[in-house]
């Protein structure tokens, strides 16, 4: 008599009309089956290639080295960073002359500047 969303989730309650839409009451929040599925590593074990790989986001990460940026963001001065990461999905909605402007190497001034716009330098408390 219930009806579930990925086997986790009830509606509770449905049909709610909007003006731009229906919405249905659930009991839990779904969690996309790559974040549910996968085994949480630990923080101090990843470092950012290995981070780009396991969560999926390796184009974004081959756009950071195609930019040049890679070293930038290595260096312990520009550490710690927050980083808007597009997933591959995202990257592939693209349209394609947009996609093969991204990498082609006349624009990478171009890249780096849309790269650099997905990235927040943290600021550090540098008094003792």
């Known amino acids: 008599g219930s009806v579930w969303i990925n086997n986790r989730s ?6 709610y009309t ?3 839409g229906i919405i249905h009451h659930i009991d839990t ?11 949480q590593l630990e923080s101090k ?3 950012f290639s290995t ?7 390796g184009r974004f990460y081959k756009l950071i080295e195609d930019s040049g940026l890679l070293p930038v963001l290595q260096m312990p001065i520009h550490q ?3 980083i808007f990461w597009p997933t591959d999905k995202a990257l592939d909605s693209l349209p394609r ?3 093969h402007w991204l990498v082609n190497p006349d624009h990478r001034d171009q890249l780096a500047a ?11 408390d540098n008094e003792t």
């Open 45 to 47: 074990t990843m470092n």
């Open 51 to 57: 981070a780009a790989t396991f969560y999926g986001y």
């Open 18 to 20: 909007t003006s731009n």
């Open 29 to 39: 929040l779904l969690t996309p089956y790559r974040l549910q599925d996968k085994p």
């Open 10 to 15: 009830v509606v509770v309650k449905s049909d």
């Open 114 to 124: 849309t790269v650099k716009a997905h990235i927040i330098r943290n600021s550090r």
């Open 97 to 99: 002359e947009r996609r």
């Open 80 to 82: 710690p960073f927050t």
